[in-house]
């Protein structure tokens, strides 16, 4: 999306506040014993307060409101009443949402209670690869670039990145151009990030494994037998300098 007036800038920084505050809630919120619908539930109440609807609910009729992945599950893990939250679950909570016409989109990984199976490194790896990758992002630079920095933190920290999951463009709708915007360098891919657009940027770090696999369910994918994966996603306003992190809100 491009943000071509007044109008357009505060409607991606109020859907944008929305979905940062909800995930940032039901980060909070979650604990050991509860379904992931439940959490789920409690995140649709928070949007719901904000006048927002869930984006993979109106898009694609995802059976659920955010997406809530568990453990090996990567991305796309749906809510469910037999799928109960347990201390040191890696949980991923993935939230976007559609308000007034605009789109935003971020998510987050985080270890439930007690780090049992010792996940914080790669959690925190992803997290700050983000962050280095955001800080070089402006008008005119290689998307590719921005991929290169992401696994090259994630290597040298001894992980890999998942290479068939990738951030993309937000705004008017929930998945835009560029429509892939890869966590790792693609020798290929030649285009360069535009100015006064909106994107959501998205790291996938793996304790095993290139790619992820589907479950068998139509939406959750999954890692590598017995591998883990951190994901942590901002939507972002490009400038001609640093971006504005239009989700910032979530803490993350």
């Known amino acids: 999306m491009s943000i071509d007036s007044e109008k357009d800038l505060e409607g991606i920084k109020k859907v944008s506040e929305a979905v940062a505050l909800t995930l940032k809630q039901m980060r909070e919120h979650a604990r050991a014993g509860m379904t992931t619908k439940e959490l789920d539930e409690f995140g649709s109440n928070i949007l719901q307060s904000f ?24 991305a796309h893990g749906i809510p469910s009443d037999k799928t109960l939250l347990q201390d040191g679950d890696l949980v991923n909570i993935d939230v976007s949402a559609e308000l007034d016409g605009y789109y935003a989109d971020n998510g987050g990984s985080f ?31 290689k998307i590719a670039e921005i991929g290169r920095i992401i696994e090259t933190e994630a290597k040298k920290n001894g992980f890999k990145v998942i290479k068939n999951l990738v951030g993309h463009g937000v705004g008017r709708s929930l998945h835009e151009e560029p429509h892939e915007i890869p966590c790792f360098y693609d020798k290929h891919e030649t285009r360069r990030f535009r100015k006064n657009t909106v994107v959501a940027v998205e790291t996938f770090i793996s304790t095993k494994g290139s790619y992820v696999h589907e479950k068998g369910d139509g939406w959750t994918l999954l890692a590598d037998a017995g591998a883990y994966v951190a994901q942590h996603e901002h939507t972002i306003l490009i400038t001609d300098g640093e971006p504005i992190i239009l989700t910032s809100a979530n803490g993350i």
Request: charged share 20%; aromatic share 6%; with cysteine.
């Open 51 to 74: 006048g927002a609807q869930s984006a993979p609910k109106i898009t694609y009729d995802f059976p659920g409101y955010t997406c809530i992945s568990i453990n090996n599950e990567a």
């Open 111 to 141: 270890i439930l209670g007690e780090d049992i199976h010792g996940l914080s490194k790669l959690v925190d790896t992803s997290a700050v690869a983000l962050h280095k990758a955001l800080k070089e992002i402006k008008g005119g630079r």
